[in-house]
Protein backbone atom coordinates (compact mmCIF):
# COMPACT_ATOMS: atom_id res chain seq x y z
CA UNK A 1 0.00 0.00 0.00
CA UNK A 2 1.24 3.84 0.18
CA UNK A 3 0.76 6.87 2.28
CA UNK A 4 -1.63 9.95 2.10
CA UNK A 5 -0.20 12.86 4.08
CA UNK A 6 -1.97 15.39 5.75
CA UNK A 7 -1.25 18.13 7.90
CA UNK A 8 -1.29 17.34 11.60
CA UNK A 9 -3.38 20.33 12.87
CA UNK A 10 -4.96 23.03 11.54
CA UNK A 11 -6.38 25.71 13.42
CA UNK A 12 -9.67 28.46 12.91
CA UNK A 13 -11.38 31.34 14.07
CA UNK A 14 -15.48 31.06 13.70
CA UNK A 15 -16.79 32.38 10.27
CA UNK A 16 -13.31 31.38 8.49
CA UNK A 17 -11.90 29.16 5.85
CA UNK A 18 -10.51 25.87 6.73
CA UNK A 19 -8.25 24.04 4.24
CA UNK A 20 -6.89 20.21 4.92
CA UNK A 21 -4.57 19.00 2.20
CA UNK A 22 -4.21 15.15 1.91
CA UNK A 23 -1.57 14.10 -0.71
CA UNK A 24 -0.54 10.79 -2.51
CA UNK A 25 0.69 9.30 -5.61
CA UNK A 26 -2.15 7.33 -6.55
CA UNK A 27 -4.62 10.45 -6.06
CA UNK A 28 -4.25 11.87 -10.03
CA UNK A 29 -6.05 8.20 -10.70
CA UNK A 30 -7.82 7.09 -7.53
CA UNK A 31 -11.06 9.33 -5.92
CA UNK A 32 -10.35 10.66 -2.52
CA UNK A 33 -13.11 10.66 -0.01
CA UNK A 34 -13.14 12.48 3.29
CA UNK A 35 -14.38 11.53 6.93
CA UNK A 36 -15.01 13.69 9.87
CA UNK A 37 -14.37 11.88 13.10
CA UNK A 38 -16.00 12.99 16.76
CA UNK A 39 -14.91 12.09 19.90
CA UNK A 40 -17.49 9.41 21.23
CA UNK A 41 -18.70 9.11 17.50
CA UNK A 42 -18.53 6.88 14.56
CA UNK A 43 -16.82 8.72 11.68
CA UNK A 44 -18.99 10.08 9.30
CA UNK A 45 -18.53 10.61 5.17
CA UNK A 46 -18.53 14.33 4.14
CA UNK A 47 -17.14 14.31 0.39
CA UNK A 48 -16.76 11.07 -1.64
CA UNK A 49 -15.20 10.85 -5.12
CA UNK A 50 -12.87 13.87 -4.35
CA UNK A 51 -16.02 16.65 -5.14
CA UNK A 52 -19.26 15.37 -3.95
CA UNK A 53 -21.17 16.07 -0.92
CA UNK A 54 -23.36 13.39 0.89
CA UNK A 55 -26.98 14.60 1.30
CA UNK A 56 -27.38 16.00 4.65
CA UNK A 57 -23.80 17.49 4.81
CA UNK A 58 -24.24 21.04 4.77
CA UNK A 59 -22.61 23.36 1.64
CA UNK A 60 -19.54 25.04 3.78
CA UNK A 61 -18.14 21.76 3.21
CA UNK A 62 -16.41 21.19 -0.37
CA UNK A 63 -13.65 19.07 -1.59
CA UNK A 64 -11.18 19.73 -4.50
CA UNK A 65 -8.42 17.65 -6.71
CA UNK A 66 -5.20 18.97 -8.21
CA UNK A 67 -2.83 16.26 -9.40
CA UNK A 68 -0.95 14.24 -6.02
CA UNK A 69 -3.33 16.66 -3.95
CA UNK A 70 -6.99 16.83 -2.65
CA UNK A 71 -8.16 19.32 -0.17
CA UNK A 72 -10.96 19.30 1.57
CA UNK A 73 -12.09 23.12 2.34
CA UNK A 74 -14.68 23.95 5.30
CA UNK A 75 -16.31 27.68 5.00
CA UNK A 76 -17.46 29.55 7.07
CA UNK A 77 -15.86 27.50 10.18
CA UNK A 78 -18.75 27.11 13.29
CA UNK A 79 -17.87 25.41 16.10
CA UNK A 80 -19.54 22.43 15.51
CA UNK A 81 -17.05 21.52 13.05
CA UNK A 82 -14.08 21.01 15.21
CA UNK A 83 -13.20 17.35 14.85
CA UNK A 84 -10.52 14.98 13.09
CA UNK A 85 -10.98 14.80 9.64
CA UNK A 86 -9.35 11.69 7.54
CA UNK A 87 -8.92 11.63 3.81
CA UNK A 88 -9.22 8.23 2.14
CA UNK A 89 -8.59 6.21 -1.54
CA UNK A 90 -7.30 3.43 -2.32
CA UNK A 91 -4.19 1.36 -3.87
CA UNK A 92 -3.94 1.07 -7.66
CA UNK A 93 -2.84 -2.37 -7.77
CA UNK A 94 -3.29 -5.64 -5.64
CA UNK A 95 -6.94 -5.73 -4.11
CA UNK A 96 -7.03 -2.22 -4.28
CA UNK A 97 -6.56 -2.14 -0.79
CA UNK A 98 -8.11 1.03 1.22
CA UNK A 99 -5.78 3.73 2.30
CA UNK A 100 -6.61 6.41 5.23
CA UNK A 101 -4.20 9.51 5.86
CA UNK A 102 -2.99 10.20 9.33
CA UNK A 103 -5.98 12.76 10.16
CA UNK A 104 -6.00 16.45 10.54
CA UNK A 105 -7.21 18.50 13.57
CA UNK A 106 -9.55 21.32 12.98
CA UNK A 107 -9.26 23.48 16.13
CA UNK A 108 -11.73 26.47 16.15
CA UNK A 109 -10.29 29.09 18.15
CA UNK B 1 -33.39 3.64 8.12
CA UNK B 2 -29.70 2.22 7.08
CA UNK B 3 -28.58 0.93 10.31
CA UNK B 4 -25.07 -0.98 11.07
CA UNK B 5 -25.32 -2.57 14.83
CA UNK B 6 -22.05 -4.05 16.22
CA UNK B 7 -21.60 -6.21 19.15
CA UNK B 8 -20.27 -5.18 22.61
CA UNK B 9 -17.00 -4.71 24.13
CA UNK B 10 -14.84 -7.26 24.71
CA UNK B 11 -11.64 -7.73 26.94
CA UNK B 12 -9.62 -10.39 25.89
CA UNK B 13 -5.53 -11.59 26.75
CA UNK B 14 -2.94 -11.90 24.85
CA UNK B 15 -2.62 -14.92 22.27
CA UNK B 16 -6.96 -15.49 22.32
CA UNK B 17 -8.61 -14.68 19.36
CA UNK B 18 -11.95 -11.92 19.57
CA UNK B 19 -15.06 -12.05 17.34
CA UNK B 20 -16.91 -9.27 16.68
CA UNK B 21 -20.24 -8.95 14.71
CA UNK B 22 -21.85 -6.45 12.57
CA UNK B 23 -26.12 -6.35 12.05
CA UNK B 24 -27.12 -4.58 9.19
CA UNK B 25 -30.61 -3.58 8.52
CA UNK B 26 -32.78 -0.83 6.08
CA UNK B 27 -30.98 -2.33 3.16
CA UNK B 28 -30.36 -5.31 0.73
CA UNK B 29 -27.39 -6.69 2.84
CA UNK B 30 -26.34 -8.60 -0.32
CA UNK B 31 -25.86 -5.15 -2.21
CA UNK B 32 -23.17 -3.84 -0.66
CA UNK B 33 -19.62 -4.61 0.44
CA UNK B 34 -18.65 -4.54 4.37
CA UNK B 35 -15.52 -2.97 5.58
CA UNK B 36 -13.78 -3.35 8.94
CA UNK B 37 -12.06 0.12 9.81
CA UNK B 38 -10.22 0.31 13.72
CA UNK B 39 -8.64 2.92 15.74
CA UNK B 40 -6.24 2.25 18.43
CA UNK B 41 -5.91 4.92 21.79
CA UNK B 42 -4.46 8.05 19.98
CA UNK B 43 -4.03 6.85 16.73
CA UNK B 44 -5.81 7.34 13.10
CA UNK B 45 -7.87 5.34 11.39
CA UNK B 46 -6.29 1.77 9.81
CA UNK B 47 -8.56 -0.53 7.49
CA UNK B 48 -8.53 -4.05 8.21
CA UNK B 49 -10.54 -5.40 4.53
CA UNK B 50 -14.07 -5.87 3.25
CA UNK B 51 -16.25 -8.71 2.28
CA UNK B 52 -18.84 -8.95 -0.03
CA UNK B 53 -21.63 -10.07 1.46
CA UNK B 54 -23.29 -11.24 -1.73
CA UNK B 55 -20.40 -13.91 -2.55
CA UNK B 56 -18.52 -13.81 0.09
CA UNK B 57 -15.49 -12.90 -1.30
CA UNK B 58 -13.08 -10.89 1.26
CA UNK B 59 -9.83 -8.61 0.50
CA UNK B 60 -7.81 -7.98 3.43
CA UNK B 61 -4.87 -5.00 4.34
CA UNK B 62 -1.21 -6.67 4.02
CA UNK B 63 -0.88 -5.76 7.88
CA UNK B 64 -3.31 -8.47 8.85
CA UNK B 65 -3.40 -11.17 6.38
CA UNK B 66 -3.31 -14.39 8.04
CA UNK B 67 -4.63 -12.84 11.25
CA UNK B 68 -8.32 -11.25 10.24
CA UNK B 69 -10.39 -13.63 9.07
CA UNK B 70 -14.21 -11.92 7.80
CA UNK B 71 -17.26 -14.26 6.95
CA UNK B 72 -20.88 -13.22 6.85
CA UNK B 73 -23.93 -14.95 7.63
CA UNK B 74 -26.90 -13.49 4.69
CA UNK B 75 -29.99 -15.53 6.76
CA UNK B 76 -29.92 -12.85 9.30
CA UNK B 77 -27.50 -10.20 7.58
CA UNK B 78 -24.94 -10.00 9.88
CA UNK B 79 -21.02 -9.86 9.16
CA UNK B 80 -17.85 -10.90 11.05
CA UNK B 81 -14.81 -10.13 11.97
CA UNK B 82 -12.20 -12.61 13.58
CA UNK B 83 -8.82 -11.14 14.84
CA UNK B 84 -6.36 -14.10 16.19
CA UNK B 85 -3.17 -13.94 18.06
CA UNK B 86 -4.20 -10.83 20.04
CA UNK B 87 -1.62 -8.05 21.59
CA UNK B 88 -1.67 -5.08 23.66
CA UNK B 89 -1.29 -3.21 20.26
CA UNK B 90 -5.06 -4.86 18.80
CA UNK B 91 -6.75 -2.43 21.77
CA UNK B 92 -8.94 -0.43 19.80
CA UNK B 93 -12.13 0.74 18.63
CA UNK B 94 -13.31 -1.87 15.56
CA UNK B 95 -16.05 -0.06 13.17
CA UNK B 96 -17.81 -1.87 10.62
CA UNK B 97 -18.92 0.23 7.71
CA UNK B 98 -21.07 -0.46 4.68
CA UNK B 99 -19.14 0.40 1.51
CA UNK B 100 -20.18 0.06 -2.33
CA UNK B 101 -18.51 -0.46 -5.76
CA UNK B 102 -16.48 2.77 -5.25
CA UNK B 103 -14.01 2.00 -2.05
CA UNK B 104 -15.97 4.43 0.29
CA UNK B 105 -17.79 4.11 3.33
CA UNK B 106 -21.35 5.60 3.84
CA UNK B 107 -23.23 3.99 6.89
CA UNK B 108 -20.78 3.38 9.94
CA UNK B 109 -21.51 1.21 13.14
CA UNK B 110 -21.38 2.57 16.69
CA UNK B 111 -18.10 0.83 17.12
CA UNK B 112 -16.82 -2.15 19.43
CA UNK B 113 -14.23 -1.65 21.85
CA UNK B 114 -11.52 -4.65 22.17
CA UNK B 115 -9.56 -4.37 25.08
CA UNK B 116 -6.02 -6.97 25.34
CA UNK B 117 -4.55 -7.32 28.40
CA UNK B 118 -3.21 -9.73 30.75
Known amino acids: SYDLAQPPSVSVSPGQTASITCSGDALPKQYAYWYQLKPGQAPMLVIYKDTKRPSGIPERFSGSSSGTTVTLTISGVQAEDEADYYCQSADNGGVGEVVFGGGTKVTVL | QVQLVQSGTEVKKPGASVKVSCKAS????????IHWVRQAPGQGLEWLGRINPNTGGTDYAQKFQGRVTLTRDTSISTCYMDLSRLTSDDTAEYYC???????????WGKGTTVSVSS
Open chain 2, 26 to 33: GYTFTGYH
Open chain 2, 97 to 107: ARGGQQPYMDV
